[in-house]
């Protein structure tokens, strides 16, 4: 059982990034999932969640507008687009298996973690 996460990079302000959470060993499809990020010094932040279903997506204030949060089921993989990056965007991003829950994603002891994809936007 394992998230990969992958598609960070270095991009300028005004560029975008897709960053990809990659399932094997599980259907991620039946998990809703998860974004996270945590720069340097500050806490973790939930960026954006979407449901099992596909019906609910949830986006932190901060990206809103700027990112969309999608599913690929035939590859077992979900996806965050990021559009108009601002520096303050740079953090390391980590998918999850999460709760998607209205005020945002909430993760426990049992959900499933990827390792961290860098995201630096800078020029």
């Known amino acids: 059982v394992q998230l990969q996460a992958s598609g960070g990079g270095l991009v300028q302000p005004g560029g975008s990034l897709r960053l990809s959470c990659a399932a094997s060993?599980?259907?991620?499809?039946?998990?809703?999932t998860g974004w996270f990020r945590q720069a340097p010094g500050n806490e973790r932040e939930g960026v954006s969640c979407?449901?099992?279903?596909?019906?609910?997506?949830y986006y932190a204030d901060s990206v809103k507008g700027r990112f969309t949060i999608s599913r690929d089921n035939a590859k077992n993989t979900v996806y965050l687009q990021m559009n108009s990056l601002k520096p303050e965007d740079t953090a390391v991003y980590y998918c999850a298996t999460v709760t998607c829950m209205w005020m945002g994603p909430h993760t426990n002891e049992y959900d499933y973690w990827g390792q961290g994809t860098q995201v630096t936007v800078s020029s």
């Open positions: 060993g599980f259907i991620l499809n039946n998990y809703p």
């Open positions: 979407i449901s099992s279903t596909d019906v609910s997506t």
